[in-house]
T-cell receptor
Framework: AQKVTQAQTEISVVEKEDVTLDCVYETRDTTYYLFWYKQPPSGELVFLIR??????QNEISGRYSWNFQKSTSSFNFTITASQVVDSAVYFC?????????????FGQGTILTVHP | GAVVSQHPSRVICKSGTSVKIECRSLDFQATTMFWYRQFPKQSLMLMAT?????????EQGVEKDKFLINHASLTLSTLTVTSAHPEDSSFYIC?????????????FGAGSRLTVL
């Protein structure tokens, strides 16, 4: 069975600080997708990034960056110069290529609070 | 990206009553939709896959007679919680594949918070 672990339950930072959200996953499959979603207080999940298991290249999108390392089964997410609007719950998730694309295994989520 | 709309966003009902939650795909057709459940401060769990024109596929441990799913059109799936009880109180979120975002990317609705008294 698949498992996604986000060890940090809650993180609190002051605006402009950099913050890294950790994600460790477990699967015996060799082909899979990894995701990060953001859930603001309004409730909807906002898609941030998808990575497939063959692509270990790190990605940067504005203040967001992701570090995918298969050797440690980690897919960490860094927010640079955090802002109050970044306050939300962030979920890391995994789906297998061989199963339904709709079946995501989510981590427990990390509550990020950015203080002014 | 694509938008998935859910209604109602919040519902409070008495124990023993049934509640229907609608999930609509706006501006795109979704032959398949997915219903997730999220307990307070917890992760999301897939409950079932809703298939247009056929029966839903339920995940292990989900009571199909308790959570009725109907996918009558290419843009609408409904989840009915029958004979609701306080333990059914939860946040229910539907999703569909975002046709603009590439393979395996789901777009989620804003969720429906059900409170059963």
């Amino acid at each position: 069975a698949q498992k996604v672990t986000q060890a940090q339950t809650e993180i609190s930072v002051v605006e402009k600080e950099d913050v890294t959200l950790d994600c460790v996953y477990e699967t015996r499959d060799t082909t899979y997708y990894l995701f990060w979603y953001k859930q603001p207080p309004s409730g909807e999940l906002v898609f941030l990034i998808r990575r497939n298991s063959f692509d270990e290249q790190n990605e940067i999108s504005g203040r967001y960056s992701w570090n995918f390392q298969k050797s440690t089964s980690s897919f960490n997410f860094t927010i640079t110069a955090s802002q109050v609007v970044d306050s939300a719950v962030y979920f890391c998730a995994l789906s297998l290529v061989r199963t339904s694309y709709g079946k995501l295994t989510f981590g427990q989520g990390t509550i990020l609070t950015v203080h002014p | 990206g694509a938008v998935v709309s859910q209604h109602p966003s919040r519902v409070i009902c008495k124990s023993g009553t049934s509640v229907k939650i609608e999930c609509r795909s706006l501006d795109f057709q979704a032959t398949t939709m997915f219903w997730y459940r999220q307990f307070p401060k917890q992760s999301l769990m897939l409950m079932a896959t809703s298939n247009e024109g056929s029966k839903a596929t339920y995940e292990q441990g989900v009571e199909k007679d308790k959570f009725l799913i109907n996918h009558a059109s290419l843009t609408l799936s409904t989840l009915t919680v029958t004979s609701a009880h306080p333990e059914d109180s939860s946040f229910y979120i539907c999703s569909a594949r975002d046709p603009l975002a590439g393979a395996n990317v789901l777009t989620f609705g804003a969720g429906s918070r059900l409170t059963v008294l």
